[in-house]
């Protein structure tokens, strides 16, 4: 058995086509003629424009407009005016056109994939994958076509690149296998857009692999067998057919309430990380967004993204979700989150030092711009203020303030906001959920977040191996903070929602319903599947649960027994 991420969900069971490149090899020739070769190169880019403007559209109108833009993505690359200068220049000093691409190309991927940042490491995907399309258009290599492939075929390639993803037809690919990218690469979110189980970042898997052989794979575990056994193939089938099974049975679930079986409606929202996410939500029948991330917004380039670039993305956001509450977060970066064009400085302790709020109430040029964007775009929409990493009540005043300084430029511009925005926080420090009860008095609403409340409650690093089984939770000390958090909401009225994993995890169901949690934020995916949860409890059933839940020592009984009364 081999493997790697799971990157998008199924089982696929296939004979496997190992996908390689045609040879880009070419003659390093100095060149004579500068202007001969410079327009054999803007030739080579117009070409290589309208296919990729080609596709793009051939995306749009076959997959979908969020995946198209990964490939309008590629034609701002190509027609980068830096970039085709830096090209033009090395063919004044003579190089060939393709030594000239090459070399450039090559610079841009190396620079991007310098940055130990998983948006970073695939534009130097995005790169390679033009410097392939613009070599095979010099050299007149044809593109492969994987629009032919035989029926029940899982594709092995070194990675999938959204070229090669354009062209193929999903009624005949059950699967892929890739040797890199992560769960947030292009090639997983196509691969989730065709609806195609895959499995990426298996080492070495297209040497391993050989054409014809049977594999299967599950693109939840990220598990690959390769020449099954009757046995297992048995088992395999009856899997996929209960997946596609239970994945049909949700659609049943899409324009209903989110509400338990007796009948108590709570809101179920989503999760996102970009702009383009929200039609995501629109489409999976998402009640709003409970969590919009913009630090992703920053990441994804090499500088801050401007005033009116934020307040279009923001805008983009509310209008896609048409009234529909979207709470958007102010920038929430330290920790694990770094941004290498700030230059923050390494710190010892990221997760408890410079951090999120923390940082933002210190950078007036990076705080302001984002908070009149988010009030200029309030005016479009049900837009709600998020402020992350929240520990002490003067960091929300300050907020309060700086909007309020905000609001009176606004209206001295004449420029329309929601007068009335709600703004709240993330309780996802010990402090906050131990100050519930003042908070609630103070704030709009609460986002529990508990992939740091768990981190801090129980003083263990999300993302240290070593400690990870403390990071649950089902740990009561965790569980105890989450209700005393929704009871202190409860008794001020404030809406009180969790956007942290734990929201979407069906054994927890039964404990958020009966703590009296307002708001649900999972990921677009999960929507169907927890509003499928919550309907088959009675809160006379959570109630019950929670209590004997609550009434537990340790984790693994929590555990144990939330396993074991789970529907
Ligand atoms: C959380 O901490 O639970 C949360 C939702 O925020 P993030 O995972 O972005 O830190
Ligand atoms: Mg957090």
Known sequence: MYTGIGASAGIGIGSVIIVKEPSLAYDNTTISDVVAEKERYNKALEE???????????????????????????????????????????????????????????????????????????????????????????????????????EGTVLVAEDLTPSMTASINPANVVGFLTEIGGKTSHSAILARALEIPAVLSIDGIVSKLENGQLVILDGSTGEVYESPDEALLNEYTAKRAAYLEEKAALQAFVGKPSATADGNVVELCANIGKPEDALKVVECDGEGVGLFRTEFLFMDRPQVPTEDEQFEAYKKVVETLEGKPVIIRTLDIGGDKEIPYLGLEKEDNPFLGFRAIRLCLQRDDLYRPQLKALLRASAYGELKIMVPMISFVDEFRAVKALLAEIMAELDAEGTPYNKDIKVGIMVETPAASLMADVFAKEVDFFSIGTNDLTQYTMAVDRGNPDVAYLYSTYNPAVLRSIERVIKAAKAEGTMVGMCGEAAAD??????????????????????????????????????????????MTTEAEVQAYLKSVAK
């Not at 450039?104 to 790169?127: L, N, P, W």
């Not at 927890?508 to 677009?524: H, Y």
């Open 48 to 150: 290589c424009v309208a296919k990729t403007q080609a596709m793009a559209e051939d995306m749009k109108t076959r997959v979908g407009e969020k995946e198209a833009e990964i490939l309008e993505g590629h034609v701002l690359l190509l027609t980068d005016p830096e970039m085709s200068s830096q090209i033009e220049t090395n063919i004044d000093n003579k190089m060939c056109a393709e030594a000239a691409v090459e070399q450039v190309c090559d610079m841009y991927a190396q620079m991007f994939a310098s940055i130990d940042d998983e948006m970073f490491q695939q534009r130097a995907t995005d790169v390679g994958d033009i410097k392939t399309r613009l070599l095979k258009v010099l050299l007149q290599v044809e593109d492969l076509d994987l629009a032919t492939v035989p």
């Open 506 to 551: 069906p054994l927890l169901t039964p404990l958020l319903l009966s703590f009296g949690l307002d708001e649900f934020s999972v990921s677009a995916t999960s929507i169907l599947a927890t509003r499928k949860v919550i309907s088959l409890w009675t809160m006379e059933e959570a109630n019950a649960v929670a209590e004997k839940a609550m009434s």
